[in-house]
């Protein structure tokens, strides 16, 4: 491919990527000519001016071609009936799996709904979740109605959270349904025939052999997690230590498929090889379903196909980019998938870095170097992106990839052949899938002792947008200088000199932050409090101990700061949500619980903050630091806060934070706030209070998660103000 051509595939797939900056559009045109007028100085055997310009353009009908296809909600859309209990009627669109509270989830096509007025018509998706009981026996296509709870997703309330409403939008999703039950009654059968009937068929002669979680890993190993129910507590350990992709169907199990379906028909010939392995493509394809991954590819691997059954060589980046190109064309929403992202990534570091780290490696045995450079190819080139979104890098994902690359691709494959048995003949797929039953627990231990090992992944401040491009940029020099037979300066100091400025772009800005930093964060929590105090680079945290609060809003908040150690923790209650925390929790420093009971506890300091109990009876906690004093009720009852009243032991504070429903005025009037921070609504009493006091009213599940810091005083995570009582 000549360079024009690489100029414009990336155009194409930059204007999809940066669509939705403000004003990118002009810079596109204006960028183009200016690109036309200044490179044919620089670069005078590179693309011609006309070419330049003609990037810009497509660059800019790339951005329109992306901001059209972004979903928006429909005037007769079903998620104009949120906040209301409905019956809708439509049809299953997906596979029904098991969500982490093991209900049944699945997406869902409206047809009509069914209000207290008359049956309307309407259109648009659903995310549907049902008991599993109701959901037992669904299957897509099915047509039915179920009665339940229509909502509107929620937006993240705390920094570093799961952005929910986002995930669906992207999907063309803007309500969702808690349903309560399904009117099997007037449910029609399922119609015609679907690739999910196979998949159906394949998972279940391997569980039946197998069993649980056996037939699972393999059935996700060969379709990916989306097709079967793997248990969470597996995938986690999987995504853990750095195997995830083991479990996505991508482009290692086409490669490794597709391989060895053609040196098994290595004698025919070359017309033959490309239409054995097309249909295997094409079969794999439909069995996983229309993952970006998974075309992607399969879009190379037909590329590599066709130049086998021609005689041509293919050029592996450019058939990479012309891949990725075909599928932003198809779907250019693909481009903020996660997926579609890391397999781009990845794919491009083993065609780029792999080569040369083998030739680098070339002192080690033949079978030994390829194993270990392309998991490193692989984690370099996507370790920005994962910078980027979990602040997160992986400590033992090149050893854990290199131990258990065999066993991946024994079960892949030995899956593979399993499942095509079990459309054939389902006993001998089963037989098959018998057979693989010591390397899937040989894996199965393995992971799971990389996942018990201390620090599987070491927590880092999440980089911007501009360190992910830097770092991307650094990238693309290393391999520049890689590629060149005689350069201008030694190929290891460049590599050197690159590294540490790659390090520098990353630690100096989060070292700099770091050292001046004093926060709290008080977590948009429900019934137990959350909260963190921040001073440098010690930690403290205040927590309920509540499994759910601890999942979806602790850790996510500790990752994002790149918390990998407490310092100190306060229990203010016994909870599961304690096991997640894990090893971030301190061996000494724990104080509030002793024997399940609240034990009272005098001053513990965090640098300039200081804390200590009042009235063990009660655990409310009273908090000094930068100039204010917090008062922390939790979810005190009526009865806790008659015997704080009574101890004579409250005195004034600046900050009351309050997690209950009904907080008694007598109690307000001696502490004196100036700043309320609340769970949920309150009582009506003392809501008049607040207001005759002039206090200040925050509240969580309004206003998202709240920050006091020196400068800014307190502000609310959320942007906006919306009326709290």
């Known amino acids: 491919m000549r360079s024009s051509g690489y100029v414009l595939l990336l155009a194409f797939i930059f204007g999809v990527l940066l669509a939705e900056w403000p004003g990118i559009p002009y810079v596109w045109l204006a960028g183009g000519c200016l690109l036309a007028a200044a490179i044919p100085w620089f670069w005078r055997t590179g693309p011609r001016a006309e070419v330049w310009i003609a990037a810009g353009l497509v660059g800019f009908a790339a951005t329109l071609y992306f901001l059209f296809r972004v979903p928006q909600p429909t005037a007769m859309d079903v998620s104009r009936y949120a906040g209301n209990e409905v019956t809708v009627r439509g049809t299953v669109v997906e596979t029904p799996t098991l969500n982490r509270e093991q209900n049944v989830r699945f997406v869902f096509e409206t047809r009509a709904i069914f209000t207290e007025e008359q049956p309307q018509t309407v259109s648009g998706k659903l995310y549907v979740t049902v008991p599993i009981l109701q959901g037992t026996g669904l299957t897509p296509g099915q047509e039915l109605s179920i ?39 007037t449910a029609t059968a399922t119609s015609g025939w679907g690739w999910w009937q196979l998949r159906q068929r394949i998972v279940r002669t391997q569980v039946e052999r197998l069993g649980v979680p056996e037939g699972t890993l393999l059935s996700a190993m060969v379709l990916g997690r989306r097709a079967v129910d793997l248990p969470y507590d597996v995938r986690d350990r999987f995504v853990r230590v750095g195997l995830a992709h083991a479990l996505a169907a991508s482009g290692f199990h086409v490669s490794l498929i597709l391989g060895a379906v053609l040196g098994v028909g290595r004698n025919l010939g070359d017309r033959s090889k ?28 037909l590329a590599g196909l066709l130049g086998l059954a021609t005689r041509r060589r293919v050029n592996p980046v450019g058939a990479l980019l ?19 992202q890391l397999s781009f990534l990845a794919t491009l570091g083993l065609v780029v870095t792999v080569p040369p780290l083998v030739k680098r490696l070339d002192w080690l045995p033949p079978v030994v170097s390829p194993l270990l450079a392309v998991p490193v190819a692989a984690i370099v080139w996507t370790l920005p992106l994962q910078l980027y979104t979990f602040g997160q890098m992986p400590v033992y994902s090149v050893v854990v990839n290199v131990v258990t690359t065999p066993f991946l691709a024994l079960v892949t494959l030995g899956g593979f052949v399993s499942g095509l048995a079990a459309l054939v003949f389902p006993p001998a797929g089963s037989f098959i899938a018998w057979g693989l039953t010591y390397p899937i627990r ?22 911007s947008v501009l360190q992910v491009a830097i770092l991307y940029g650094i990238l693309g020099m290393v391999w520049w ?58 930690t403290m945290l205040v927590h309920g101990g509540d499994e759910d609060n601890t999942r979806y809003a602790v850790l996510p908040f500790l990752r994002s700061e790149g918390v990998n150690q407490l310092e100190m923790v306060v229990a ?6 304690w096991d997640l925390l894990g090893e971030m929790l301190p061996e000494t420093g724990v104080y509030g619980l002793e024997g399940g009971e609240f034990e009272e506890f005098e001053n513990i300091r965090v640098e300039k903050f200081e ?69 949920s609504d309150i009582n009506d009493a003392a809501k008049a209070k607040f207001e005759e006091m002039g206090v200040s009213v925050f509240r969580l599940d309004v206003d998202g998660a709240i920050q006091w810091t020196p400068n800014r005083e307190f502000e609310p995570v959320l942007e906006g103000s919306i009326d709290r009582f």
Request: charged residues 20%.
């Open 147 to 185: 009665s339940g709870y229509l909502y509107d997703p929620p937006a993240p309330r705390n920094p570093g959270g799961f952005d929910f409403r986002a995930y669906l939008a992207k999907k063309g999703i803007f309500a969702g349904l808690k349903g309560d039950s399904i009117d099997w009654n």
């Open 274 to 301: 490309f239409f054995l392995g097309s249909a295997t493509l094409l079969l794999y394809v439909g069995l996983v379903g229309f993952q970006p991954s998974v075309l992607r590819a399969a879009l190379m691997g």
């Open 322 to 340: 012309v891949a990725a190109t075909l599928l932003l064309l198809v779907n250019p929403l693909w481009i903020r998938d996660l997926g579609f």
């Open 442 to 463: 040989g894996l199965l231990q393995i992971v799971e002792f990389f996942s018990m090992l201390p620090k599987t992944a070491i927590a880092v401040d999440k980089i």
């Open 481 to 538: 200088i890689s590629s060149r037979e005689k350069p201008k300066f030694p190929k290891f100091a460049g590599f050197f000199s690159l590294c540490l400025a790659a390090m520098a772009i990353v630690v100096v800005p989060a070292v700099g932050e770091k050292a001046n930093l004093r926060r709290v964060t008080v977590l948009a929590t429900r019934e137990q409090p959350s909260m963190v105090l921040q001073q440098g680079w010690k």
């Open 572 to 577: 203010m209650s016994d909870g599961e949500g």
């Open 611 to 679: 804390m200590k109990s009042v009235l063990s009876q009660s655990g409310m906690l009273r908090l000094s630091g930068g100039g204010e004093t917090w008062a922390i009720l939790g979810d005190a009852t009526r009865e806790e806060q008659e015997r704080l009243l009574a101890s004579g032991e409250l005195s004034a504070v600046s900050v009351v934070c309050f997690w209950g429903r009904s907080l008694d005025v007598r109690l307000l009037e001696v502490l004196n706030p100036s700043i309320a921070i609340l769970a």
